[in-house]
């Protein structure tokens, strides 16, 4: 009896051992972050630390066309106006723009602070400027797919985790003085996502600067 236990112990244990996944352990002092969410912002911080400033500004700087000429391009064709789409079915044109005009409306109470622009001087809003914290969309991400290939990251919950990212990178470096700019100039950078050439301009800025 003793011996038939000891052999049914033995073939359970080989028969575990070669069923079994072998994990490799990580060393104690491995700081790479983890692979599931867990990892995530740390991820996203080192993405950002190596391309929001060195890489996606200087992007969007050279990429930018004053708002007059935008139109004139939207006026052709949305499909042909030289935007980045956005991954996914049905998703927006992202395009960069920049330029100056009179602030006709603001709103700073809310989270989602915004200033409404003239460019052509017809005292009506051309754009809206987000200002944050809240800032909609992800059209600094989606502006950039070689630097931001959906691909390259875990799942969908990632990709949108580095959208907001982006925004709140950008949005923290809007400095805006104190009182109303209503009636000022206001000097603009930034992105716009658009699925219809009609459609109205929301801008995810990296340069707000209202003149005193």
Do not use: H
């Not at 700073?108 to 017809?122: E, F």
């Not at 949108?160 to 990212?165: D, T």
């Amino acid at each position: 009896m003793k011996r038939m236990t000891l052999t049914a112990a033995c073939l359970a244990a080989a028969f575990g051992i070669a069923g079994c996944k072998i994990v490799k352990t990580a060393p104690a002092d491995d700081k790479s972050p983890s692979a599931d969410a867990s990892g995530d912002d740390a991820r996203i911080a080192t993405i950002l630390s190596d391309t929001y400033d060195a890489k996606l500004l200087p992007e969007i700087a050279a990429k930018a066309l004053p708002p007059i000429d935008l139109k004139a391009k939207l006026a052709a064709g949305l499909d042909t106006a030289g935007g980045q789409r956005g991954a996914g079915d049905g998703a927006a044109w992202n395009f960069a723009v920049a330029g100056q005009g009179k602030v006709v409306a603001a709103n700073l109470t809310s989270r989602a602070r915004t200033l409404d622009v003239d460019v052509d001087g017809d005292a009506k809003s051309d754009l809206t400027v987000q200002l944050g914290p809240v800032v909609k969309g992800s059209a600094l991400r989606d502006f950039a797919p070689a630097l931001y290939d959906f691909t390259s990251f875990r799942d969908q919950i990632e990709f949108a985790k580095l959208g907001r990212a982006l925004n709140d990178r950008a949005a923290g470096a809007i400095k805006l003085a104190e009182g109303d700019p209503t009636g000022k100039m206001v000097t603009f950078m930034g992105v716009i996502a658009l699925r219809k050439a009609t459609d109205a301009w929301l801008l995810t800025p990296t340069v707000v600067e209202v003149a005193p």
